[in-house]
């Protein structure tokens, strides 16, 4: 069965400083997908980033880039230059092999952004 | 405009009154799903289609019934609530092969 593990339940960082949130995963799939989501207060889930297992480069979107290490079964979030409105709850989710219907998501990490 | 609509945002009911919580798609989108989200237990997956008429069960389906009579719509039927169903619900979907799912703008359920 697929599994993923946030182990930060809430996090503070200073603006303008970059930010790692954990991610670990298990599962016995060659082929899966990676995937952080940020929900701010308002409640609506937003597609950061996402990784396939078999990409060798780690993925990058703007100020989000995924540390992926496929061996220690790890996709950290690093967030560089913290905003203000980075201040959200942030969810690793893990899909299951070809496309699979199975999503599974781990219970967040809620990041406070302090100016 | 790409999206998904839930319907309602908000509701309250009573426990034993049966509901419905509409999810709508305009993306052509083969996979719908649906998902409670909790407080320290993150999104978890009540049923997900793969396509019309083919339904099947996530990791939390008791007390849950969902259809997908047209392919742009998978409504979410709580035929008998119960207050351990208050929670909030979050529809879904993506293509076949595609990698990011469009979620819902989130229904937040009350069951007295």
């Known amino acids: 069965a697929q599994k993923i593990t946030q182990t ?3 996090m503070f960082v200073q603006e303008k400083e970059a930010v790692t949130l954990d991610c670990t995963y298990d599962t016995s799939d060659q082929s899966y997908g990676l995937f952080w989501y940020k929900q701010p207060s308002s409640g609506e889930m937003i597609f950061l980033i996402y990784q396939g297992s078999y990409d060798e480069q ?4 703007g100020r989000y880039s995924l540390n992926f290490q496929k061996a220690r079964k790890s996709a950290n979030l690093v967030i ?3 905003q203000l409105g980075d201040s959200a709850m942030y969810f690793c989710a893990m899909r299951g092999p070809y496309y699979g219907q199975n999503f599974v998501f781990g219970p967040g990490t809620r990041l406070s952004v302090l100016p | 405009e790409a ?3 839930q319907n309602p945002r908000y509701l309250i009911t009573v426990t ?3 509901l419905t919580v509409t999810c709508s798609q305009n993306m052509n989108h083969e996979y719908m799903s649906w998902y409670r989200q909790d407080p320290g237990l993150g999104l978890r997956q009540i049923y997900y289609s793969m396509n019309v008429e083919v339904t099947d069960k996530g990791d939390v389906p008791e007390g849950y019934k969902v ?3 047209e392919k742009r719509n998978f409504p979410l039927i709580l035929e008998s609530p119960s207050p351990n169903q208050t929670s909030l619900y979050f529809c879904a979907s993506r293509s076949y092969r595609g990698e990011k799912l ?3 703008s989130g229904t937040q359920l009350s069951v007295l």
């Open chain 1, 8 to 10: 930060q339940p809430g």
């Open chain 1, 58 to 61: 780690n993925a990058t979107e």
């Open chain 1, 80 to 82: 560089s230059a913290s």
């Open chain 2, 3 to 5: 999206q998904v609509t």
């Open chain 2, 16 to 18: 034993g009154k049966k």
């Open chain 2, 67 to 69: 259809s997908r009579k």
């Open chain 2, 102 to 104: 469009f979620f819902g």
